[in-house]
């Protein structure tokens, strides 16, 4: 049941981690521990062109040395636990990036220096927690899928460590952290309309691509936590910790362990089990609503009726004339009027209590790709001006005639709601951020290219 959910993956616990079987799986883990004296040259791929699957590592009494050779399309770099520990400072506190479910991030540097070939970047380095609820399984998912799947809206694994009891994975670094973070936790301006719709767009085509392999990737946690932004706010998923192959043939699902994130997992998966791509859907749509609200997907600090978002805000998006009354606030009216309806209406879809109806992730892009050609946004930027100490919230002098407001000087009737509607549209959002740019600004800041789809291709294998 939905009360019996934690923050994070707390539908059920992780297998356990067991550090006597790990040979059974992935011998090659607990070879010696210096680093190669040459640099990992480029793998062949199977002589089969068929995906690995991670049924084919879970059932294998034996395996192969090492775990990237055995990858279609891989170059995955195998580091040395002591090459992960210099890079980032001996994870010291001043590299700290994080903690999610699998365990802490740590932010590194990588070159020819470390290892010859190498390109010179940033990473992060995540670590996993040995009394965490994530594991071995965990681990060894993330480097199946994103050591063969490459995509612009899959975050890119660099390479991973596996010695003795050890799991560590090194991805690239996405200079803006995550979208939780850019939503609910960051003091600097609110993300503008257009900036989320492109977040909307990337997220979805990551979705379509795993949706539209030839076995379905069912991702099974998709969150703001697990979306990654980079400097230009490209979304990419990261995080394939719970990823699991969708159903083959005549099925039309696979049948798991319900795991996930409460207020993002489907109601028909949480019910019986069933997981199909369009369980990925459901938590799509929510993520959608997050986007359109400023809202949590579950906040236990509303009124019992708000703290599950989709339970609450479902009902109000197919009315356009309610639609005002679940808009972010910090937006302050700086949308696409008719671009927000559209918007609301594919979140309705997705989140259909009936699977079938929900749309497909391709038809999901279809849709919201032309929301960012709409003309009806405002024009010029709006940056909300702080009051001074001579002034009140609503920006009048305080005992000034320049308080007075058009309808008080003609009692019109309606003069209160407006009045409250004013006061609700100026007063401040917080301490350390008192400004809201609208996306004209970051026009002129980051030039038109941060809203323009980059070329791309969907199958990009390594």
Not at 282 to 301: A, I, M, P
Request: charged fraction near 25%; glycine fraction near 8%; charge should be positive.
């Amino acid at each position: 049941m939905l009360s019996n959910l934690g923050a994070d993956h707390c539908f059920n616990k992780s297998m356990a981690f067991k550090k006597i079987t790990l040979k059974t799986f992935l011998p090659g883990c607990f070879k010696a521990k210096n680093p190669p004296s040459e640099p990992n040259l480029p793998v062949s791929k199977q002589s089969s062109s068929r995906r690995l699957w991670l049924s084919d590592l879970s059932n294998s009494s034996s395996f192969i040395s090492d775990l990237s050779s055995s990858l279609v399309g891989s170059n995955l770099q195998i580091f040395t636990l002591k090459e992960l520990t210099v890079i980032t400072q001996n994870h010291s506190k001043s590299n700290f990036l994080g903690e999610g479910g699998f365990g802490p991030v740590y932010k590194g540097f990588i070159d020819d220096k470390l290892r010859p070939g190498l390109e010179a970047q940033p990473v992060a380095v995540k670590v996993l927690d040995l009394d965490g609820k994530q594991g071995h399984r965990e681990w060894l998912a993330e480097v199946v899928y994103l050591g063969q799947l490459r995509h612009t809206h899959l975050v890119n694994l660099i390479g991973y460590c596996c010695e003795d009891e050890h799991r560590l994975l090194v991805y690239e670094y996405m200079e803006r952290g995550n979208l939780e973070n850019q939503l609910f936790r960051s003091y600097s301006a609110a993300l503008p309309w257009l900036t989320r719709i492109k977040i909307a767009i990337g997220t979805a085509k990551g979705l379509a691509f795993l949706h539209e392999e030839e076995t379905p990737v069912i991702y099974r946690d998709f969150k703001a936590s697990n979306i990654l932004l980079g400097s230009d706010f490209n979304a990419k998923l990261s995080d394939f910790g719970l990823a699991t192959d969708g159903p083959e043939g005549e099925d039309t699902h696979v049948t798991t362990r319900v795991m996930g994130t409460e207020g993002y997992a489907a109601p028909e998966y949480i019910m019986t089990g069933h997981l199909t791509t369009m369980s990925d859907v459901f938590s799509y749509g929510v993520v959608l609503l997050e986007l359109l609200t400023g809202r949590r997907s579950v906040d236990k600090n509303r009124p019992s009726r708000e703290q599950n978002l989709a339970e609450w805000a479902r009902p109000l998006l197919k009315d356009p004339h309610k639609l005002d009354r679940i808009m972010d606030p910090r937006l302050e009216g700086q949308y696409s009027t008719e671009g927000a309806r559209k918007f609301a209406l594919l979140a309705y879809q997705c989140l259909s209590l009936h699977p079938k109806s929900r749309p497909t992730m391709t038809n999901v892009v279809k849709n919201l790709e032309p929301l960012l050609d709409l003309n009806d946004n405002p024009i010029g930027p709006f940056v909300y001006i702080v009051p001074s100490a001579g002034e009140n919230e609503s920006g009048a002098l305080k005992n000034g005639r320049e308080g007075e407001t058009e309808c008080e000087m003609t009692k019109d009737k309606h003069c209160q709601k407006r009045r409250k509607g004013h006061r609700h549209r100026h007063r401040i959002r917080s301490l350390r951020s008192r400004a809201v740019y609208s996306d004209t600004t970051l026009y002129k800041t980051l030039g038109t290219s941060l809203y323009s789809p980059k070329p791309e291709q969907l199958d990009e294998r390594a």
